[in-house]
């Protein structure tokens, strides 16, 4: 999530290589494909939200252009899959799944909210482009790669808003963040909204699952084994919320803000992904690292949110772009919160370079982002977290996966491995998301 950039550096190379391939089929060296008759451009685009972004940036004409010439043959969604009786049928994997459950019982569906417009908007959105122009000019002159660079890119509505001041427009692009674009990997966005809008009945299936999971991680439901008793058993709603928040030691509530979607439960609609941001937070607690904690990444501000307490400090260092989205929901939230170029709050958003202030933390936290850096800022930031903070707590996958044509992802035990300044004082499973791992490492010496 975090890495050098800035918001109007040169093109990367996923923008360069889209554009020659571009660039050759358009001068005839093959055919472009008819499209098919119910493609519905719409659709295509709230379907795939890289092919969204690349059109209202203007790197490609228009949906019907990037199927012709690349969706078709990458096999890209233009249509509304069709439910099956199988779980998650054609909707969601079955890794979605904790167990290959028998069958889904009955469970409560997906709820959407309705964007919470409040008269503080205006103003939010005035301190947020302040905050970004202020981000813009101390930027170092950095070019951007690796997963995310496509999102500094893009969203040329977002930035036009941004360079113009134009804060009634920013705002208006905030209030359903959640069942946007913009939420496009840090949060489920408009793609999965208009998955789970066609079958809320799978998504609440999924929803259900995670809170399985959160149960199971809190010892307040038993897991299931495969060698004793009924391991597929149906999958059917957990009554426990009382049980989980004292487990968790806080509330499992959600604010409304950005729109969210997911199921009711307890007084708010909760998303799915707060079950991850929630048990982070208690391992987090459970670890008692001292009053000053710093987050590399962020994503939308979930686990800020979570861990908020009047007795601690929190930093998040991330992407410019990222801030903004940060800034809006933690102020919306009614959080104490401090913007680049403000006066420190409790609660401060920066962009990544300020990680090289003189400052030290009790301990410094990344998920699901390191892995998706290029190598060297990848190695940076391992290097600097050993600097600033005696911790360092890592949710992040290790699939060393495609990145860019340039490299492949990175994996977080190699590079610390590489660093030589660690030890390794756990490692486990992560409860709440198959194929990701969480770590806690501490500073030699």
């Known amino acids: 999530m975090s890495k050098p950039s800035q918001d109007d550096g040169p093109v990367d190379r996923m923008r360069i ?37 690349a059109v209202e940036a203007g790197h490609i004409a228009s949906a019907a252009e990037h199927w012709r010439h690349f969706g078709r043959r990458e096999r890209r969604a233009y249509r509304l899959p069709i439910p099956t009786a199988a779980l998650g049928g054609d909707i969601v994997g079955a890794g979605t799944f904790r167990y290959p459950y028998r069958a889904v019982g009955s469970l409560p569906r997906i709820e959407f909210a309705e964007p919470a417009i409040g008269g503080e908007d205006g103003a939010i959105a005035r301190r947020l482009i302040a905050a970004w122009r202020h981000s813009a000019a101390a930027a170092p002159n950095a070019v951007e790669e690796g997963m995310w660079a496509a999102r500094t890119q893009g969203f040329s509505a977002f930035h036009r808003a941004l360079h113009g001041g134009d804060a009634p427009a920013l705002a208006a692009m905030l209030v359903d963040l959640f069942q946007s674009h913009l939420a496009h990997g840090i949060a489920m966005g408009r793609t999965t909204a208009t998955l789970a809008r066609h079958a809320p009945d799978t998504f609440a299936a999924g929803w259900h699952d995670r809170l399985l999971r959160l149960a199971e991680a809190l010892a307040v439901e038993p897991v299931r084994c495969p ?22 030691g806080f509330p499992l509530t959600f604010p409304n803000v950005g729109a969210p979607y997911g199921v009711r439960l307890g007084g708010s609609i909760l998303p799915e992904h707060a079950f991850s941001h929630a048990y982070a937070a208690r391992r987090i607690r459970d670890l008692r690292p001292g009053p000053r904690l710093a987050e590399i990444g962020g994503g939308f501000g979930g686990l800020a949110w979570y861990l908020h307490d009047a007795a601690q400090s ?60 290029p190598p ?31 490299f492949r992802q990175g994996v977080v035990p190699d590079l610390v491995a590489r660093d030589g300044g660690y030890r390794r004082l756990s490692r486990n499973l992560f409860w709440l998301r198959d194929g990701y791992v969480e770590e806690v490492y501490a500073r030699r010496g």
């Open 376 to 406: 060297d800022t990848a190695e940076m930031y391992v290097g600097r977290i050993r600097e600033i903070a005696p911790l360092f707590y890592s949710i992040n996958q290790e699939a060393a996966a495609v990145n860019t044509d340039a």
């Open 227 to 248: 060698e004793q008793g009924d391991y597929a058993r149906p999958l059917e709603s957990i009554t426990g919320l009382e049980r989980i928040e004292a487990a968790l």
């Open 314 to 373: 929190y930093t998040i260092l991330d992407l410019p772009f990222t801030n903004v989205i940060q800034g809006w929901f933690l102020l919306k939230a009614g959080l104490p919160v401090s913007l680049s170029g403000e006066a420190d709050a409790r609660i401060r958003i920066l962009p990544w370079w300020e990680i090289h202030r003189d400052e030290r933390y009790d301990l410094v936290i990344n998920q699901d982002s390191i892995p998706e850096m």
């Open 17 to 53: 290589g889209l554009r020659r391939r571009l660039d050759g089929l358009l001068r005839g060296r093959r055919r472009s494909a008819a499209l098919p008759v119910d493609f519905d451009a719409d659709l295509y685009l709230d379907l795939n939200a890289d092919v969204a972004m």
